[in-house]
């Protein structure tokens, strides 16, 4: 299965233009229509997208929805979510993609995962849009649009700004449409699902042969791994846990060094490396701080 990092490739794969810029796009729909793929085999991307469907023929499959409402529909995609289609060249409206990136650098989404909520679960529900509120959607996507069509100094900031008001909107429609014990149920286990996914990286991270470095002591590694901002990655673990992100890699790094001291004849040297720590006297202050040993102290106690 395909799976997109960028938004550049992305555009590519599906035989349109380049981006304007590498963290956010967005299109109309019919300018898209002449060179676009008109059907895909199922994909992935990391970032997330909001689109507004005014016409349009075919199938497009995001999540586990398969048919869209009749009449104008809203529709948003998360990252790492199964994504396929097969259209016909007559759709009509906007879509807009925003990467981890542009949340990050933003001033206005710090919190994105947390005040928009449905942008986390594993499903992009389809909003049926009412013809009145259909010309106040359409006003927003294209006054984002005809913002990123001549970028200023200060066009970042404009286009944060009104994405954030498409956020709300499409909040409003999420809270209208879905009950609010189905809603609470998609978010559990969207948190739990990132907890499991948060464990299993931090395992994978520090298995043999693999070479990534110090940057697995870091939360901030695995948030951008799992496409997610670092404060949410902690928040939801905690929430879960009891514990921050932190105690997790660090408590997972303290296992493997008692098991390698303990079970194998390895050095302190060589657990220290294989622990991805960048000198053997930073593993000593590790261990002596979580135990209250150091690392040959602890070997010949136990």
């Not at 990391?46 to 398969?66: L, P, Q, R």
Request: glycine share 2%.
């Amino acid at each position: 299965m395909q799976h997109f990092k960028n938004i550049p490739d992305y555009c590519k794969a599906i035989n349109i233009s380049n981006p304007k810029q590498p963290y956010f796009d967005i299109r109309s729909f019919e300018e898209n229509m002449p060179s676009i793929v008109s059907k895909t085999k199922p994909f992935k991307h990391e970032f997330y997208a909001i689109a507004i469907k005014v016409e349009g023929s075919g199938k497009a499959i995001t999540g586990h929805h398969t048919n869209f409402p009749e009449g104008a529909t809203i529709f948003f995609n998360t990252p790492f979510q199964i994504i396929s289609w097969d259209i016909l060249p007559d759709w009509e409206g906007y879509y807009l993609m925003f990467t981890k990136e542009f949340v990050t650098q933003s001033k206005h989404l710090q919190n994105l995962l947390d005040e928009f909520p449905f942008l986390k679960i594993d499903k992009s529900i389809p909003f049926e849009i009412e013809p009145k509120e259909v010309s106040k959607l359409l006003a927003i996507y294209e006054s984002i649009y005809e913002e990123q069509q001549s970028l200023k100094q200060d066009s970042l900031i404009i286009i944060e700004v009104q994405v954030l008001v498409l956020l709300n909107f499409v909040k409003r429609f999420f809270n209208t449409q879905v009950k609010k014990e189905e809603a609470e149920i998609a978010f559990r286990k969207a948190d739990v699902n990132l907890l499991s996914r948060f464990q299993t990286l931090i395992e994978t991270s520090f298995y043999e042969n693999v070479l990534i470095g110090k940057k697995t002591h870091s939360p901030s590694f695995y948030a951008e791994q799992l496409a997610v901002h670092p404060n949410h990655l902690n928040a939801t673990v905690k929430q879960i846990t009891g514990h921050t992100a932190k105690n997790h890699i660090q408590n997972h790094i303290l296992r493997l060094a008692k098991s390698r001291l303990l079970q194998t004849e390895m050095s302190i040297k060589e657990i220290a490396y294989a622990l991805h720590f960048d000198a053997p006297n930073n593993f000593n202050s590790f261990f002596k701080k979580q135990t209250g040993q150091t690392p040959s102290t602890y070997r010949k106690t136990n």
